[in-house]
């Protein structure tokens, strides 16, 4: 993973809570995650949990108030064990994310506006 490049620009969120689940032929677990960030090419997560480097997780948005109910496949690019407790976990989705869900996402609040 010596290759990866930064994702550009990043989100940040607004607090907002995911879930995400291991995808099928690995372990099934499904947690609530914090969503610290997002860009069109990925996300970062804030996890309970460790994961493998690689391994493909579905994280899923829902936000019932603005109609939203999105999953994002995506690879384990990186991860760091936070010093106040879980993981910080980097993924990079499986194709860019549309500019209309990203407006969608700030509509709803679940991204903030201001950095």
């Not at 990866?4 to 990043?10: L, M, Y």
């Not at 500019?99 to 506006?113: H, K, M, P, Q």
Request: aromatic share 10%; proline share 7%; charged share 25%.
């Amino acid at each position: 993973m010596d290759d990866f490049i930064a994702r550009q620009p990043r989100h940040p969120s607004t607090g907002t809570f995911v879930e995400f689940r291991r995808a099928p032929g690995g372990q099934s677990d499904t947690f609530n995650a914090e969503l610290v960030n997002l860009s069109r090419e990925g996300f970062q997560l804030h996890l309970p949990v460790a994961l493998n480097d690689d391994e493909t997780i579905v994280m899923t948005v829902t936000c019932p108030d603005y109609d939203i109910d999105t999953m994002f496949p995506a690879q384990v690019r990186w991860q760091a064990k936070d010093p106040e407790g879980g993981w910080l976990v980097g993924c990079k989705t499986n194709w860019q994310i549309d500019l209309e869900t990203l407006g969608e996402l700030f509509l709803s609040e679940i991204l903030a506006t201001d950095p």
